[in-house]
């Protein structure tokens, strides 16, 4: 991937340390989130904008292509990648006996959602 300046890019939390974030961003590029470059407010603990494994989207402020590293930063953009919860799948076996059993029970369950 050819990446740009002033692109906003996933990466992952890869270390926290007093002066800023270090995130990677594929198998070759990693960069680091000054402190400076965290919030336009003073940041008391980096380890309040994210946690080492977090996904989030950074900035691109530029691009060292000898050394695969970058200046980033997650200051003024929507850095958090939200994931979605889901309900887990509850197996009820397989087969038309499965299906003539449960029928009813599941209509009545996704009409009382309904109202």
């Not at 270090?22 to 198998?27: A, K």
């Not at 003073?42 to 590293?69: A, P, T």
Request: overall charge positive; charged content about 30%; aromatic content about 10%.
């Amino acid at each position: 991937m050819k990446y740009k300046k002033n692109s906003i890019v996933t990466g992952k939390i890869t270390g926290i340390k007093d002066y800023g974030m270090f995130v990677s961003l594929n198998e070759y590029y990693n960069g680091l989130i000054h402190v400076s470059e965290i919030s336009n407010d003073f940041v008391k603990n980096i380890g309040d904008y994210g946690k080492i494994g977090e996904m989030i989207r950074v900035k691109i402020l530029d691009i060292d292509e000898s050394n695969y590293q970058m200046k980033l930063s997650i200051k003024d953009i929507n850095y958090k990648i939200n994931k979605k919860i889901r309900k887990p799948i509850v197996e009820t076996g397989s087969g038309f006996l499965k299906l003539k059993d449960n029928l009813e029970k599941w209509i009545k369950e996704k009409n009382s959602k309904k109202g």
